[in-house]
């Protein structure tokens, strides 16, 4: 009963937090310098955008943040029309993210691509740590899924229909057949399996400084695969690009500072936020100071050590 207590009233000064600085938030994360004027975006209309992404949240179930939507938004006003590429979602539950973007890529002139099995989570793939421990905890295949029908009813009400393509199926069958460049994209697959799909299908496809959003940003060891030098030498020969907001999630004014909170009860601090990569940066450790050929920093060389100091 206590602990009932506990999380009734953590849920009320929640939501009494999140309304408060609804505006706040709206105001913030639409101010941008980088905007491409070609948008006609001006920070009014930014503004207003960002209260229908929050208006949206309200009707339309999501398992990510209307500020997430908001961030991805943004970065998509900032690129130029003439970078070509569309924006891919993978994983849309009921299309909470979906029918912001969707509004988004309607004033952008992009198309909206939504890969999803519209059957749920799928069944566990042996080595996959993430769907292991899922299953553990009671999430069955099946477990988040949302309708196709009852995904594109929402974004006709709520998004741009005109500006979404839907493409039903397992990502092992679907991904390997997309064509095109890739502007943006948001992946929300849960497990390693799934991610891997999708970055071996589609990374290959996303353009030179284009974005690739996550919304598993708190699960460091899943996170660690935009780190692993291993896993990009092996599959793109190149270094690993490193993801920004792994941890804790990039800023979307919102109190967080831990993300083992994610799973403690009765907090105020809870995670809303998204962590993304940028194809064509970098992440790559070179420093092994027992690697260094002799005199190669200068230190060994008295001369040059005056020279440094």
Known sequence: MQLKNQLTVSKFFQIVLDTLFTPVAIVLLTHSAKVCPEYGMHWGKR?????????????VT????????????????????????????CGCWKGGATVNLSRVCAITG?????????????????????????????????????????????????GSINSTEFVKGWYEDTLPHHEGPIAMMFLDVDFCASLHDCLINLWPHVVKGG???????????????????????K?????????????TGIQVGMHFTDHRLRFQHG????????????????????FYPDEQPPNSTGHDNPEAATTQS
Not at 72 to 78: D, F, G, T, Y
Not at 235 to 247: D, E, I
Not at 271 to 276: D, E, N
């Open 62 to 89: 999501t398992g990510t943040n209307w500020r997430a939507h908001l961030v991805m938004a943004m970065k998509l006003l900032e690129t130029p029309r003439k970078k070509e590429g569309s924006v891919v979602e």
């Open 211 to 233: 974005f690739v959003f996550l919304d598993e940003y708190l699960n460091l060891p899943y996170c660690a695969v935009f780190f692993s030098e291993k896993y990009w030498d």
């Open 267 to 286: 907090k105020l601090q809870q995670p809303h936020s998204v962590a993304y990569a940028i194809k064509g940066s970098e992440a790559l450790w070179e």
């Open 110 to 158: 992009r198309k909206l691509i939504v890969y999803d099995s519209f059957e749920g989570l799928p069944p566990p793939v042996d080595g996959d740590f993430v769907a292991e421990r899922a299953f553990r905890k009671g999430f069955m295949p099946g477990a988040f899924a949302g309708q196709l029908e009852e995904v594109r009813e929402n974004v006709r009400k709520y």
């Open 47 to 59: 503004m207003l955008m960002g209260g229908r992404f929050w208006y949206n949240s309200l009707w």
């Open 235 to 247: 599959y793109f020969a190149s270094p690993p690009p490193g993801l920004a907001g792994t941890g």
